[in-house]
């Protein structure tokens, strides 16, 4: 064993729809980049989605 790790799946706060709403507001202003499944419900389908999100900025697709 090298080492001993606690996850957790966020737990999202009444703040957070308004903050997931500012993701177009600025991902991409400074070619900075926001990925990941925060800016949804968390899942791998999520993750996915915000990736190809983060890679149509880049003319990329799947
Ligand atoms: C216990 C558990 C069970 C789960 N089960 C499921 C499931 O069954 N089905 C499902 O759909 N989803 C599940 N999930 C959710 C799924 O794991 C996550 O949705 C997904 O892994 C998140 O991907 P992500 O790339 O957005 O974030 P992460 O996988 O958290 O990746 C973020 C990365 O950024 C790095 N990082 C953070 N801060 C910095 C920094 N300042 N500089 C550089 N790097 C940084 C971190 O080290 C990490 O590698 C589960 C999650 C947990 C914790």
């Not at 989605?49 to 890679?55: G, H, T």
């Given at each position: 064993m090298i080492g001993r790790f606690v996850y957790h799946h966020p737990v999202f706060d009444k703040?957070?729809?308004a903050a997931q709403a500012g993701h177009e507001e600025i991902s991409g202003v400074n070619r900075t980049h926001y990925c990941g499944v925060y800016w949804a419900y968390v899942f791998h389908e999520d993750?996915?989605?915000?990736?190809?999100?983060?890679?149509?900025?880049?003319?990329?697709?799947l």
């Open positions: 703040n957070a729809p993750g996915r989605k915000s990736a190809l999100a983060a890679c149509k900025y880049f003319g990329k697709r």
